[in-house]
T-cell receptor
Framework: NAGVTQTPKFQVLKTGQSMTLQCAQD?????MSWYRQDPGMGLRLIHY???????DQGEVPNGYNVSRSTTEDFPLRLLSAAPSQTSVYFC??????????????FGPGTRLLVL | GENVEQHPSTLSVQEGDSAVIKCTYS??????FPWYKQELGKRPQLIID?????GEKKDQRIAVTLNKTAKHFSLHITETQPEDSAVYFC??????????FGTGTSLTVIP
């Protein structure tokens, strides 16, 4: 049981480049989400999903796209990277059912540097 | 939507003393309140959580209390140790909705 995995661990991009951050979980969790964390700041939600085929925007969705074709995978796409997207990105997943929510389990994070 | 405020932003305590971190939330429908610990360079990890049908929960040196009427919940760490030094985040959510996080408390335990 690997939990939540993220790739890559570290990435350097040039302004304008695009890339996909991968996230996968093997716990059969319906709920998955992407956060960014900037130095000295908390976790800001980018997008989240409550199941395959369902996604919704969080607090800071601009410049990012997501899709959820399977329960296991929730990739985050940067369409045209900007220096303001330099951050640490965390993917998380949790179990939820009608009337019951469990905690989120976080992946190890991806450090992104946009030059 | 929900709004979670967390205080204090920094906290220093002597080893062996207690530490208390408080969070308030705005949406009375929120029903799940986890606390996460994040060590430098690592991922946030759950340390304790509480649901809206419970007023208090304890796990060894860590406890969480919830006051639904006042819409606030608190993390209590007793007999603090240097390894408790980290950033702590509170969060609130309603089942199936997004998690709303506080801005974090940097706890330093002085040996």
């Amino acid at each position: 049981n690997a939990g939540v995995t993220q790739t890559p661990k570290f990435q350097v991009l040039k302004t304008g480049q695009s890339m996909t951050l991968q996230c996968a979980q093997d716990m059969n969790h319906e709920y998955m989400s992407w956060y960014r964390q900037d130095p000295g700041m908390g976790l800001r939600l980018i997008h989240y999903s409550v199941g395959a085929g369902i996604t919704d925007q969080g607090e800071v969705p601009n410049g990012y796209n997501v899709s959820r074709s399977t329960t296991e995978d929730f990739p985050l796409r940067l369409l045209s990277a900007a220096p303001s997207q330099t951050s640490v990105y965390f993917c998380a997943s949790s179990y939820y059912a009608s009337g019951f929510q469990e905690t989120q389990y976080f992946g190890p994070g991806t450090r992104l540097l946009v030059l | 939507g929900e709004n979670v405020e967390q205080h204090p932003s920094t906290l220093s305590v002597q080893e062996g003393d207690s530490a208390v971190i408080k969070c308030t939330y705005s949406d009375s429908a929120s029903n799940y309140f986890p606390w996460y610990k994040q060590e430098l360079g690592k991922r946030p990890q759950l340390i304790i959580d509480i649901r809206s049908n419970v007023g208090e929960k304890k796990d060894q040196r860590i406890a969480v209390t919830l006051n639904k009427t006042a819409k606030h919940f608190s993390l209590h760490i007793t007999e603090t140790q240097p390894e408790d030094s980290a950033v702590y985040f509170c969060a609130a959510t309603l089942t199936g909705n997004q998690f709303y996080f506080g801005t974090g408390t940097s706890l330093t335990v002085i040996p």
